[in-house]
């Protein structure tokens, strides 16, 4: 049996390591997609994604199920655990679609926020989606908080489930977490991402709420939803922003299946944040714990779903088993 202290430095690697991994340049098989949505505050923001089609959704009627990949904070559809998700699903036979939330593929358009589900509900009304029969929800971290939140409020009725992999439900104590002293190197991985993300929103849009250099000299998340995203959305304050937004406290209200994977040993969403409102969720919430792996990165688990290892193809056969 491994002792604890050792899953817990295999849990950073688990975390680390396929990240490093991805920056090696490969080839992207996907094609661009490109949809809408309307703001009430700002009016038409443009969508983009990535979509792995085996044929026209719109023309061969024996296609009729969709794959729909939401990243996690400071990520986009090019962030690699997307890219493995995608190769995954679309292997199952899963058309796929790795939707970047508004901002975050560099155009400024916007900033997307923990309780913001209008993307996704947009993404998946696109008219180059209306052939599907069938359509499942995959998020990672940060996009898990986003799928649970829209299954709480109601999806279009082809949605059949959702997944979160290794997500927050209450942002607040998440956050604290993150900005603790021995996270800086994740916390600055991402505020890295996030910086950019406003710098492209101020340029873009004139709109900056807060001035672009003093967002720069940013180094704690919740001092970056503070300056940003609380203005940026009306919010009262920072604290009203996690509590209007966090899922934890609405997950009884599931309107569909759900299935939320968790590695007992993320460094970044700790299994002891989480479990007090997963395991009140009820009955449209299957949660499973894994003793190893990452934060959204897992070893080939089996976990007990098919013939397919690893934490996406597990998680989908679930999903088409019920």
């Known amino acids: 049996m491994i002792i604890e202290p050792i899953q817990s430095v295999l849990g950073h690697l688990y975390t680390v390591g396929p990240t490093v991994a991805g920056w090696i340049p490969r080839k992207d098989p996907a094609t661009e997609w490109v949809g809408h949505v309307d703001d009430p505050e700002v009016g038409g923001i443009t969508l983009r994604g990535k979509v792995h089609f085996h ?11 969709l794959l729909v990949l939401l990243h996690g904070l400071g990520g986009s559809s090019d962030s690699t655990y997307m890219r493995d998700a995608a190769k995954d699903g679309f292997q199952m036979g899963y058309d796929v679609l790795r939707l970047s939330l508004r901002g975050a593929d ?122 940003t995203i609380v203005p940026r959305f009306g919010f009262d304050d920072v604290e009203d922003y996690y509590q209007k937004s966090s899922v934890g406290p609405v997950l009884p ?47 080939m688990v089996d976990l007990g779903f098919g013939e397919r290892r690893g934490v996406v193809a597990q998680s989908l056969s679930y999903v088409q088993a019920m």
């Open 55 to 65: 044929s026209n959704p719109l023309s061969d009627p024996t296609v009729s199920t």
């Open 106 to 227: 560099a155009s400024g358009q916007d900033l997307y926020n923990a309780g913001l589900t209008a993307d996704l509900h947009a993404a998946i009304a696109s008219p180059q989606f209306s052939a599907y029969q069938n359509i499942v929800v995959m998020g990672f971290s940060l996009g898990g908080h986003i799928a649970l939140k829209a299954a709480v409020e109601g999806l279009d009725k082809r949605v059949k489930s959702v997944v979160a992999i290794g997500s927050p439900v209450d942002l607040s104590p998440g956050v604290k977490v993150l900005d603790g002293k021995s996270r800086k190197i994740y916390r600055e991985y991402i505020l890295r991402e996030l910086r950019d993300l406003y710098a492209a929103y101020a340029s873009q849009t004139g709109r900056a709420e807060t001035p672009l250099e003093r967002v720069q000299k940013v180094r704690y998340i919740r001092e970056f939803d503070e300056l």
């Open 253 to 299: 209200d599931l309107t569909i299946p759900c299935l939320y994977v968790g590695s007992t040993y993320d460094p970044m969403i700790p299994r002891r944040l989480v479990e007090p409102w997963v395991s009140k969720a009820g009955p449209n919430l299957k949660v499973i714990w894994v003793d190893d792996g990452g934060h959204v990165y897992f070893p």
